[in-house]
């Protein structure tokens, strides 16, 4: 488990290099379209061959709004926002989805919001916010619609747990993407514009994209959200930002200034403290076994 999250935030977490370079190149909703299309395209060879049947019948109405949400509606309101807001801001206003999984799954899903649970989201919100140094606004409405993706990232991970834990992680991964990617087609074809840039870059910015921080990434997610509970998966998540901001410090030459290194140790206090909260059950069974 914790070798697939480590792998999982380092992909996503050098992906913000990756994005912020290819929207050099690509059109923002084009470049995501083309993602999540060359994604889909390879889980559903993965599927073919190891012969994967496609979700029952009755599942087909969560495996389609979970793909709409995240897939279609979460990564181009992203894509969308960082047009108008500066990329730091954009990032946490995404990243703001682990408090809306922690509140969801307290109603939704019987995972307790304790204190303590509640604390370690709350510090690591804050070790994010002054990580990437939020300084200024934009257009309100990108704010909204950037928030909303979130909100709808979170929703849907609570999907999984809710309606979605008997399917398997290739199977519900696979075809969700093929939604959302047909989802996206769809919204390129009526209101795409702009040209692509093709060369080497654009090429190498979309196989990482499509091989690995779509396909590979989100088996990672979904295997890891269906082993262990939502917010805790979510707190998680907020290592990504890091490594972002050290992959551009790294890769970018971006300066590291003090703010980065309080606002780092700030979020590994949250997820330490979230990691190691235990749940009623939980303590029950240590005090038994003493």
């Given at each position: 488990?914790?070798?697939?999250?480590?792998?999982?935030?380092?992909?996503?977490?050098?992906?913000?290099?990756?994005?912020?370079?290819?929207?050099?190149?690509?059109?923002?909703?084009?470049?995501?379209?083309?993602?999540?299309?060359?994604?889909?395209?390879?889980l559903?060879?993965?599927?073919?061959?190891?012969?994967?049947?496609?979700?029952?019948?009755?599942?087909w109405?969560?495996?389609?709004?979970?793909?709409?949400?995240?897939?279609?509606?979460?990564?181009?309101?992203?894509?969308?926002?960082?047009?108008?807001?500066?990329?730091?801001?954009?990032?946490?206003?995404?990243?703001?989805m682990?408090?809306?999984?922690?509140?969801?799954a307290?109603f939704?899903?019987?995972?307790?919001?304790?204190?303590?649970?509640?604390?370690?989201?709350?510090?690591?919100?804050?070790?994010?916010?002054?990580?990437?140094?939020?300084?200024?606004?934009?257009?309100?409405?990108?704010i909204?619609?950037?928030?909303?993706?979130?909100?709808?990232?979170?929703?849907?991970?609570?999907?999984?747990?809710?309606?979605?834990?008997?399917?398997?992680?290739?199977?519900?991964?696979?075809?969700?993407?093929?939604?959302?990617?047909?989802?996206?087609?769809?919204?390129?074809?009526?209101?795409?514009?702009?040209?692509?840039?093709?060369?080497?870059?654009?090429?190498?910015?979309?196989?990482?994209?499509?091989?690995?921080?779509?396909?590979?990434?989100f088996?990672?997610?979904?295997?890891i959200?269906?082993?262990?509970?939502?917010?805790?998966?979510?707190?998680?998540?907020?290592?990504?930002?890091?490594?972002?901001?050290?992959?551009?410090?790294?890769?970018?030459?971006?300066?590291?200034?003090?703010n980065?290194?309080?606002?780092?140790?700030?979020?590994?206090?949250g997820?330490?403290?979230?990691?190691?909260?235990?749940?009623?059950?939980?303590?029950?069974?240590?005090?038994?076994?003493n």
């Amino acid at each position: 488990m914790n070798g697939a999250l480590a792998l999982l935030c380092l992909i996503w977490g050098l992906n913000w290099v990756v994005m912020k370079q290819a929207n050099e190149v690509f059109p923002p909703v084009l470049f995501t379209t083309y993602r999540f299309v060359l994604g889909s395209g390879i889980l559903l060879c993965i599927t073919y061959f190891k012969e994967i049947p496609i979700p029952r019948r009755e599942d087909w109405k969560w495996v389609v709004l979970g793909g709409i949400l995240q897939i279609a509606f979460f990564n181009s309101a992203v894509q969308i926002g960082m047009q108008y807001l500066s990329a730091g801001f954009s990032s946490v206003l995404s990243y703001s989805m682990p408090l809306w999984v922690a509140i969801m799954a307290h109603f939704l899903l019987g995972e307790r919001l304790t204190k303590r649970k509640m604390a370690g989201v709350a510090l690591g919100m804050i070790g994010l916010i002054v990580l990437l140094n939020v300084s200024g606004g934009g257009d309100w409405w990108a704010i909204i619609l950037t928030l909303s993706g979130a909100v709808a990232w979170a929703f849907s991970n609570i999907l999984i747990k809710l309606k979605l834990q008997h399917c398997g992680v290739l199977q519900y991964t696979t075809w969700q993407m093929v939604v959302g990617a047909v989802a996206l087609s769809i919204y390129s074809a009526l209101f795409g514009h702009g040209t692509i840039q093709w060369g080497w870059p654009a090429v190498g910015f979309l196989l990482y994209n499509g091989i690995l921080a779509s396909a590979l990434a989100f088996i990672l997610w979904t295997y890891i959200l269906s082993n262990t509970e939502a917010s805790k998966a979510s707190i998680s998540v907020l290592v990504i930002p890091i490594i972002g901001v050290l992959a551009g410090v790294i890769l970018l030459n971006e300066p590291l200034h003090w703010n980065t290194v309080v606002g780092m140790s700030l979020i590994l206090g949250g997820i330490w403290i979230v990691h190691n909260n235990k749940s009623g059950s939980e303590q029950a069974a240590i005090q038994e076994g003493n």
